[in-house]
């Protein structure tokens, strides 16, 4: 199968073109980028000698027209224009931007200050979390490849909100995101200097991805809630870490919460529910396409903790785009995906 | 004025040499271990050459008595049964250990799963935080220096307290620490290749500084709460950053709580509170005394949003710990500590 | 094909178990612990969940016997004494500690300052630089597979030794490497802690892996000659990267001097030579079995200066061992191997 | 005395900041910048809230004459021309770009691709080496303050070139810096995620600290020998280390070439020659303005081994600029220098 990746100059690009590369059913046949169009991609990351030494292209309708699947790895605001002609060409789109994801056009343009895509398109996408929506995505032309943050927390939240044992207005997320997830951008902020040995919360109140988390407990707990939700920006490349808190609806102990989440889970590969008292740490998924949750019911204070890990450029964007990829087409899940994590 | 360090092997051990090194009224008579007395410091910790060349000897209680002041450093349960007798001697101690931080014995024995300080030695002592108890540190022979969490914690809580703006039973602390404060002690947990690229929770529920802060709560708000606290181990050597979130009581704006906290702590020269919309980072309180704050109320949650960063082996540990010494002798707080951040 | 792993719970052991687990021709049928059988491996490798559920068992001689093939992760002066009954039995060995590498027991001793092997045994094992020896590994029954270092400096100055472009006698070596070559052994040394933020030299003058090293470049120069190597821990977890000098034994410039090392290695996958003026990082080669290698003609100073990276745990053990079974089973040497590098 | 720092805004400049604020006898009175004149410094940097809230300024040669001493942080380039009309109206000034240390106008615009310093003010420079040329300094009215690298390869180096134990045209350096050597400009390269888990050689034979190591080897030994230099970016912010080889003129013990190391430098408080077999570490200078050296003569190879730490920001920097003000003001040298290393 033919496939393309749009902005494969950026982590989730090259990311992208890792797993790609070991896929046995898929070549990849064009990488495009807008700011680097014309140099091989081996100036910009010579890891991949070897490897793909392919040109990075211009955005060309008519050729990547060409291709059965095109993966879009821009920033926000640039996919909503060029996916809407490539779709109706019948090339199967995969965004892994925010460009498609909230339903209401109104939202988008409020947390992203940016105009959206048109609404009959933000209608066409499915909302790419995988063991959530699977039976909508093998159907889907248009996925909206969810955030690295919803995915973490709403793998995390969903077996507790699905089973009603937590109250969904209570739910405090706390998160925490290697620097990988801010792009290959230079800027002063994000200069090894300034990170290293540091600790930051960013976008307080303010991040992109809270009305996607909201979006997507309201269509699971039919409950629209605000969620508390706060970002922190910690000295590793890789991995997002959520720790979540939520006040219990009733009493119920963490053996029997434990059991509903390896219940709910009990035949998604890429979910290990770790044993009681067991806390899942982020490198313990790095590489990898695993979303790996710990729960407890805190007797002291009738909460539920729950405390998930994802590699946020695989299972929290690439990694879980070939996975909805291998979906649409019928191809067992893990094709392509099964890599152990890295360690250490 | 003559001290000893009790436990000077340590990481906090070292930093109140490095800091009563620079303490012009002080000089550092006796430095005591356990584990490694007969050695030179220098054999543990040679960045000491010319600045302190002591030879770590045994406890003495005869020859501590000597002394003005003695700080201890030690693990959880020591100092429990050597501060008794050296206080009946006329020293005043310092200790930076939870020994005598609980009030209530039986707390301490269910937290620290160690038997408890004699409980009339408890009401003898004074918990050290500083700029919320100084009145009773001036009186003190015995401080409990508070905890490293307890620290950043309270600091930032206690304005939003004082003024009844938050329901106490509402409040969650996210903290996150660097690994010097698991000290120095040889496991596989906190090698390096386990702790780098890496973020893991830990004692989930269990964490010995939370009874010490829902005591201080209690103490200054009349509430006995249970709050939700959790500890994450990140990749820094120095630094905790707490965030901290709480319904608030009545609708107020974000400039209503900064000027509360501005005022509140205006006479304060060790806390910086932050200008509204900017976030405290780890790094820009590294080898000082500071602890920076910054308030938000999120208008869309109903809740206020605390952030507060220490040091935790200077305002978490030997820095209060001089502080107080500071404060109990009347001189100016800020002699030996007035250091600007090292940073980058 | 059955293997299994001896030492399965160091950190080159659980590369191993990485690796094997995605080669498509064999099934890891036992692991072995001297400190921790008894236990599944996940209670020390939580990342294996749904990988590998293993349990870690006792050395046995006779279980291990029916196997086909066997790696040794073991510390050295274990497999000196446990390879050679296994051998005897028909079952071949690739050993990736030192216990087999010099063929001077006197040297083994002098250097690692233990009994050696039975001197017999020594004359067995067969080198196991794979791009170097591959003829005689193909026939061997017993592989002394490389230290880390010698396979980044030897790779890296080969080409200019075998040409002869440079004096032997004066190489110097500058090594760079990550502190998993440590393994994981709790000790004060490589805490996050003291390595974190740091960087130190370490066996300066003693390291053992120097007479390895010396030993091969006799061997294909013909000189015996000691070299100046000196090895450093730098604050990361793979890599090892080498820094090389020597002095030119006739003007040669920068361009002669790279297509003899292209030219060298043009039909080694796992070896990439750089272009003129592109010098490589050990980022750019982790998680795979590549060696990255740079070359310049100093003029000033007429010095040829190599750089060399590799990750120590794969190319520098696990990944050359596995590259090792390939070639002796007569498989294509990258089955299993090729992977791309994680980046970033 | 007032001072003012032109080029405040780089890393250099706050270290200025840091250290100048703790000097007794020192008052700073304008912080100039290029690129962000007429903002708080504290928008660039909030560490320094309640440390120094200055408003960064514009260059104003009139106002800067009035002051007593400047200090230049600039890039190069910048300082050769403000320098001048400076010094004209006797204004001592420090420069710590490498505008003033290279005596031959045209070795500069070889190594630096810029136009040099008018030549008469080259002359009127006085190399800052503090413990070298002391002497000289004590008259300067513009001193060159040495880059961070020669001054950590010229201690090292000094002691055994003056007795002529090894020979000069053999000289190895391979040093391994910190990334805050790099400035606070933003570029990708410098990125977190680009230096985090990685190591990289750099400027390869054309690094523009050669000619300055090489001019003052040719100072002291007589010499003019082109020496192998290289450095490393090492995922560390401060410190550099420089490990040392050279060829022994005669044999030689470790203990001789120790005892004369202690010897030359026995008054030197800020020079710390490490016990035999010890070697020092960066992290154990962190914050200091020491420079730690440990020495070896290595039998095998008949090398002398030499390695030599610093922090590049204090005594490769900024406070070795401070100690050549007070060598010049004929103070204490430790003035506001004498705080310990910050550990861990």
């Avoid at 989730?12 to 495009?32: C, D, F, M, N, W």
Wanted: charge should be negative; aromatic fraction near 8%.
């Amino acid at each position: 199968m033919k496939v393309g990746i749009v902005g494969a100059n950026g982590y989730s690009g090259v990311e992208l073109i890792r797993l790609l590369q070991q896929h046995p059913y898929v070549t990849i046949e064009k990488i495009v980028s807008h700011s680097t169009h014309g140099k091989n991609i081996l100036e910009l990351y010579p890891h991949l000698y070897g490897v793909n030494e392919m040109i990075l292209e211009k955005w060309n309708l008519d050729e990547l027209s060409n291709l059965d699947f095109v993966f879009f790895a821009t920033p926000s605001g640039v996919s909503k224009d060029i996916i809407p002609p490539l779709l109706d060409k019948g090339v199967t789109c995969i965004d892994l931007s925010g460009d498609f994801r909230l339903k209401n056009a109104g939202d988008y343009e409020t947390w992203y200050k940016k105009t959206s895509a048109p609404a009959e398109y933000l209608q066409k996408a499915t909302y790419g979390l995988s063991e959530v929506y699977r039976d909508k995505i093998k159907q889907a032309k248009l996925v909206a490849n969810p955030g690295c943050f919803p995915t973490a927390t709403l793998l995390g939240l969903l077996p507790a909100l699905k089973k009603q044992i937590i109250h969904a207005n209570t739910i405090h997320v706390d998160a925490k995101t290697g620097v990988s997830g801010a792009g290959r951008n230079a800027n002063l902020t994000n200069l090894f200097t300034e990170i290293n040995e540091n600790i930051r919360a960013y976008k307080v109140g303010e991040h992109q991805h809270i009305p996607e988390i909201e979006q997507v407990i309201s269509d699971i707990s039919g409950e629209q809630v605000p969620i508390t939700f706060i970002t922190h920006l910690i000295p590793i490349n890789r991995g997002i870490l959520c720790t979540m808190y939520a006040d219990l609806v009733e009493q119920v102990t963490t053996e029997e919460v434990h059991q509903i989440y390896k219940d709910m889970y009990k035949d998604e590969m890429f979910i290990r529910i770790r044993p009681i008292g067991e806390w899942p740490t982020t490198k313990e998924v790095m590489g990898s396409n695993f979303c790996d949750i710990g729960v407890m019911v805190n007797r002291r204070t009738n909460k539920l903790i729950i405390i998930s890990v994802i590699d946020n450029l695989v299972k929290g964007a690439a990694g879980q785009a070939m996975q909805n990829m291998n979906i649409i087409n019928g191809w067992e899940e893990h094709i392509g995906l099964n890599n152990s994590p890295l360690y250490p």
